[in-house]
């Protein structure tokens, strides 16, 4: 589904420690951020860092030394070296610098959860040494990033055992139901799996209410989809992968 909010996301730089040293191999910010301010935020997010990249994680906000008016997280991980010289870049640090507006922090603080888990899954499956850091997949990345971020997001949900959390990978995973929170008309959707029964489908409606109570001050409505058919119209309206038949 088209948007016709902003989203925060200016774009991405990733870097990777090469032999000779940071490199910049990907840079969607050219129009606000030149190669060489680039290649300087890479040097200054690896030296603050330091050993601390090997983990997957997020940093940040931290500042854009060439521009004060962007900001910019920072999500670090390894992959695999192809050839090197050094025994101790075998598995090279590689950030991820995600650039947005300062402006708009407080959206972006709202969804470092969506964006670690986001990161963590799709960098864990289809990053396993440097040759996966290619220009298609890094334009895969921002796109995304710039969806799940956006200033007005469709929100989703999986709903499993007593547990409700924000879901960024693919729906075709068990779990009970799925809930789309369309943030621009206030509506939960609720959609269920067909196989669950009646007392079930209570208790994720009450999981749900908790949720509108907790996270929305109970300002969203509630549509449960019963309909195999409406359940795979609404997640093709709102461009989600859809479900497979059980």
Avoid: W
């Avoid at 030296?47 to 521009?67: A, Q, R, W």
Wanted: glycine share 2%; hydrophobic share 35%.
């Amino acid at each position: 589904m088209a948007s016709d909010t902003e989203s925060p996301v200016i774009g991405i730089i990733t870097s990777s420690f090469t032999d000779a040293g940071p490199q910049v191999i990907y840079n969607t910010t050219k129009e606000h951020i030149s190669e060489d301010q680039a290649l300087n935020l890479s040097i200054r997010i690896m030296t603050v860092i330091g050993e601390e990249i090997s983990k997957y994680e997020l940093y940040g906000p931290l500042p854009v030394p060439s521009n004060d008016e962007l900001l910019c997280l920072a999500y670090v991980f390894r992959v695999e070296s192809t050839f090197t010289t050094d025994p101790r870049l075998k598995f090279r640090p590689t950030v991820i610098s995600i650039i947005f507006r300062r402006a708009l922090k407080r959206e972006i603080s709202r969804a470092q959860g969506i964006i670690l888990s986001y990161l963590s899954q799709v960098t864990a499956k289809d990053f396993k040494n440097e040759d996966d850091l290619k220009p298609e997949k890094m334009e895969d990345i921002h796109k995304r990033l710039s969806a799940l971020i956006a200033t007005n997001p469709v929100r989703i949900y999986m709903i499993q055992n007593d547990l409700i959390q924000e879901h960024t990978g693919s729906l075709d995973v068990p779990t009970d139901a799925y809930v789309i929170a369309d943030m621009q008309t206030n509506v939960f959707y609720i959609i269920f799996e067909p196989y669950i029964s009646p007392l079930r489908k209570r208790q994720v409606v009450i999981l749900v209410d908790s949720l509108n109570e907790k996270t929305y001050r109970r300002r969203f409505n509630k549509q449960i989809i019963d309909s195999e058919e409406e359940a795979r119209r609404l997640l093709n309206f709102y461009g989600l992968k859809r479900r497979k038949q059980q």
